[in-house]
T-cell receptor, first 114, second 111 residues
Framework: DGGITQSPKYLFRKEGQNVTLSCEQN?????MYWYRQDPGQGLRLIYY???????QKGDIAEGYSVSREKKESFPLTVTSAQKNPTAFYLC?????????????FGQGTRLTVV | LAKTTQPISMDSYEGQEVNITCSHN???????ITWYQQFPSQGPRFIIQ???TKVTNEVASLFIPADRKSSTLSLPRVSLSDTAVYYC????????????FGKGTMLLVSP
């Protein structure tokens, strides 16, 4: 089955620790995205990548880092510099970055920092 | 970027037709209108996209008037499983990364 997979579904970390969220897709998509969603809110763009070995900051990149070494993988690291990391994180991919292409989302990772 | 305005919430009953209107007064010539659906604790799912007039697929219809300053997502004969948040997105220039998922419209379908 083709799709986009995020793992783990739930993640708990202590304050001050870095944590990496996994996102893998086997759809052969060039573009990948990371969003953050807080309760009752919409999605906010953290980082996006239009092609392998390239990525750009989104609206709320501070405290996060990404890499895009492989086409199918776009991991997100939540660093200790992120002041309020507890949230629902969503990864998405699309054939390319044009708005006319459909974006496919993963099931999300719910991160709780205690 | 074109800003969108949607109702925060809507209520309906099973079997009814639901119309969710999105206002986008500043829509640009190249902008497309896209709707996504999100269930709790899941990622959004693409529903439909259009540029002008009417678009229909197996899930919904999208009505866009000539001035394109608004659009209406129509869900025929909703069921309980249509309870979700519906997002209206408008954009084109700059690519997908500039699409903004606002708070959307929470649709509650009751028996």
């Amino acid at each position: 089955d083709g799709g986009i997979t995020q793992s783990p579904k739930y993640l708990f970390r202590k304050e001050g620790q870095n944590v990496t969220l996994s996102c893998e897709q086997n759809l052969n998509h060039d573009a990948m995205y990371w969003y953050r969603q807080d309760p009752g809110q919409g999605l906010r763009l953290i980082y996006y990548s239009q092609i392998v070995n390239d990525f750009q900051k989104g609206d709320i990149a501070e405290g996060y880092s990404v890499s895009r070494e492989k086409k199918e993988s776009f991991p997100l690291t939540v660093t200790s510099a992120q002041k309020n990391p507890t949230a629902f994180y969503l990864c998405a991919s699309s054939i390319d970055s044009r708005v006319t292409t459909e974006a496919f989302f993963g099931q999300g990772t719910r991160l709780t920092v205690v | 970027l074109a800003k969108t305005t949607q109702p925060i919430s809507m209520d309906s009953y099973e079997g009814q037709e639901v119309n969710i209107t999105c206002s986008h007064n500043n829509i640009a010539t190249n902008d497309y209108i896209t709707w996504y659906q999100q269930f709790p604790s899941q990622g959004p799912r693409f529903i439909i996209q259009g540029y002008k007039t009417k678009v229909t697929n197996e899930v919904a219809s999208l009505f866009i008037p000539a001035d394109r300053k608004s659009s209406t997502l129509s869900l025929p004969r909703v069921s309980l499983s249509d309870t979700a948040v519906y997002y209206c997105l408008v954009g084109a220039s700059g690519g997908y990364s500039t699409l903004t998922f606002g708070k959307g419209t929470m649709l509650l379908v009751s028996p």
